[in-house]
């Protein structure tokens, strides 16, 4: 999903009294804490992620391999926060997130 720069903006204000869904610790990005995202995305569209240690570079590539993994898209990543969006996929679902058109 391609979002404008407003709409991103919109969700990192939505995203800043959230609290982190997730917490991936020192052992890393694995196979489990991939599928405890997928579930969060399902049950709340906007999700935050907290990244334990220091190492830069390191989050940002977790960053990446997040959205890649589970398709959801990369709203904002500062410090050891990182923050995801992916739409509802079934059309039955109403949507949790409204997103304005901009």
Not at 53 to 61: I, L, S, T, V
Request: aromatic share 4%; charged share 25%.
């Amino acid at each position: 999903m391609k979002l404008s720069t407003k709409q991103i903006s919109h969700l990192r204000g939505l995203a800043h009294s959230l609290n982190p869904v997730v917490i991936i610790g020192h052992q890393g990005l694995s196979e489990n804490v991939l599928q405890e995202i997928e579930r969060s995305l399902i049950a709340h569209e906007l999700i935050k992620v907290q990244v334990a240690g220091d190492d830069r570079d390191a989050r940002k590539a977790m960053y990446d391999e997040i959205a890649n993994a589970t398709g959801a898209t990369q709203v904002h990543h500062i410090g050891k926060q990182l923050i995801f969006y992916r739409a509802s996929e079934t059309a039955k679902e109403k949507a949790k997130v409204v997103i304005p058109k901009f």
